[in-house]
C-alpha cells in the first residue's frame, strides 16, 4: 500500500531564504507526481507534475525533483517571499488515477 | 480562469439537515470527477469517484447513504451530506479528471462545511 509522507509538518523561515521540501513514497511503481499549493480554506492550485520518466521540474522560483528510486521528491523554492507562506501538499498517482496525498507542510515565509 | 467551480464555497447549516454541494467543470465535459475530504492538518482524503451516468465509488469507509453522489451530467456532479452532524464539519473538495492525453486532475476552491 502506497504511502506517502511529508516533512517537515511546519516551517518557519525569514523572508529571502532558500528552502526544501521533502515527499517520500514506499511504493516506487508510480506514474507521476505532483506538488500543490493550499491557501488556508481554499482549494488546491497545482504547482509542477513530473512523470515517473523526469527528473525534475522547473517553474519560476520552484523547482520540483524526482528520485523515483529512493522514493523521493523535492520542492525547492528559490528566494522565498511572504506571499509563499501555504501548506505544501505532494501527492502521487499510480496506473489508475486516483492520487495518494501527503499531509502537507505548512510553510510560513516572515517578512 | 477557474477550471472547476464548487458552490457553496462556505455553508453552516443545523445537526440533522441536508446540504448539497455542487461541482461544476468549466471548461470541459468530464466523465470522472472527484470528492475529498479534508481534516484540519490532515491528508485530503479520496471519498468516492463520481462516473457521469453511473452510480459513484465509494472509498472504504465511506457512507454512501450519507454521503449521497450524483453526476447526472458531463460538467456537473453533486455531493449530498444527508442529516450532517458535527463530526461532518469539515472542507469538501472536489476535483476533475481530464484523460485525452493530459491527464490532469483540476481542483475546486472547496466548501467549508460547519454543522452546528
Known amino acids: 500500500k502506497q504511502e506517502v509522507t511529508q516533512i517537515p509538518a511546519a516551517l518557519s523561515v525569514p523572508e529571502g531564504e532558500n528552502l526544501v521540501l521533502n515527499c517520500s513514497f514506499t511504493?516506487?511503481?508510480?506514474?507521476?507526481l505532483q506538488w500543490f499549493r493550499q491557501d488556508p480554506g481554499k482549494g488546491l492550485t497545482s504547482l509542477l507534475l513530473?512523470?515517473?520518466s523526469q527528473r525534475e521540474q522547473t517553474s519560476g522560483r520552484l523547482n520540483a525533483s524526482l528520485d523515483k528510486s529512493s522514493g523521493r521528491s523535492t520542492l525547492y523554492i528559490a528566494a522565498s517571499q511572504p506571499g509563499d507562506s501555504a501548506t505544501y501538499l505532494c501527492?502521487?498517482?499510480?496506473?489508475?488515477?486516483?492520487?495518494?496525498w501527503g499531509a502537507g507542510t505548512k510553510l510560513i515565509i516572515k517578512p | 480562469g477557474a477550471v472547476v467551480s464548487q458552490h457553496p464555497s462556505w455553508v453552516i447549516c443545523k445537526s440533522g439537515t441536508s446540504v448539497k454541494i455542487e461541482c461544476r467543470s468549466l471548461?470541459?465535459?468530464?466523465?470522472?470527477m472527484f470528492w475529498y475530504r479534508q481534516f484540519p492538518k490532515k491528508s485530503l482524503m479520496l471519498m468516492a469517484t463520481?462516473?457521469?451516468?453511473?452510480?459513484?465509488?465509494?472509498e472504504q469507509g465511506v457512507e454512501k447513504d450519507k454521503f449521497l453522489i450524483n453526476h447526472a451530467s458531463l460538467t456537473l456532479s453533486t455531493l449530498t451530506v444527508t442529516s450532517a452532524h458535527p463530526e461532518d464539519s469539515s472542507f469538501y473538495i472536489c476535483?476533475?479528471?481530464?484523460?485525452?492525453?493530459?491527464?490532469?486532475?483540476?481542483f475546486g476552491p472547496g466548501t467549508r462545511l460547519t454543522v452546528l
Open positions: 476535483s476533475v479528471y481530464r484523460g485525452e492525453g493530459i491527464d490532469t486532475q483540476y
Open positions: 471548461d470541459f465535459q468530464a466523465t470522472t
Open positions: 463520481s462516473n457521469e451516468g453511473s452510480k459513484a465509488t465509494y
Open positions: 511504493d516506487s511503481a508510480i506514474y507521476n
Open positions: 513530473i512523470q515517473s
Open positions: 501527492a502521487v498517482r499510480h496506473s489508475n488515477y486516483q492520487l495518494i
